[in-house]
Nanobody, 114 residues
Framework: QVQLVESGGGLVQAGGSLRLSCAAS????????MGWYRQAPGKQRELVAV???????NYADSVNGRFTISRDNAKATVFLQMNSLKPEDTAVYYC????????WGQGIQVTVSS
C-alpha cells in the first residue's frame, strides 16, 4: 500500500530553519507530483509548495523566497527546506503525492515560537 512518512518537524524559534522530509513507498515516485500542505488550528489546509514530476515548482505567496521544495527520485523522498521561519508558519505539515490518485502522509507538527 501507499505510505508517505514525514519527518523533521519540531519546535524552533522565529528566524530559524527546519528541513522536512517525506519518504514515499508504494507509488511510482518519479511519476508523481509531490507537494507540501499545512493546516493551522481553525484554518483550512493550504498549499505550501508543490513540485511536478518534471521538476516545476509552485509556492504559496506567504512562503515564496523562504521555503524550497526538492526531491530525490532515487530515494523516493521529497524535502521542504524552511528558512526564516515565522510564528504564522506554525501548523501541521502534510506530504502529498498526486498522479491518478492523491495520497497523504499522517502530518507532522511544526511550531515556531516568537
Amino acid at each position: 500500500q501507499v505510505q508517505l512518512v514525514e519527518s523533521g518537524g519540531g519546535l524552533v524559534q522565529a528566524g530559524g530553519s527546519l528541513r522536512l522530509s517525506c519518504a514515499a513507498s508504494g507509488i511510482t515516485f518519479r511519476a508523481n507530483a509531490m507537494g507540501w500542505y499545512r493546516q493551522a488550528p481553525g484554518k483550512q489546509r493550504e498549499l505550501v509548495a508543490v513540485m511536478s514530476a518534471g521538476g516545476g515548482t509552485n509556492y504559496a505567496d506567504s512562503v515564496n523566497g523562504r521555503f524550497t521544495i526538492s526531491r530525490d527520485n532515487a530515494k523516493a523522498t521529497v524535502f521542504l527546506q524552511m528558512n526564516s521561519l515565522k510564528p504564522e508558519d506554525t501548523a501541521v505539515y502534510y506530504c502529498n503525492a498526486k498522479r491518478w490518485s492523491s495520497y497523504w502522509g499522517q502530518g507532522i507538527q511544526v511550531t515556531v515560537s516568537s
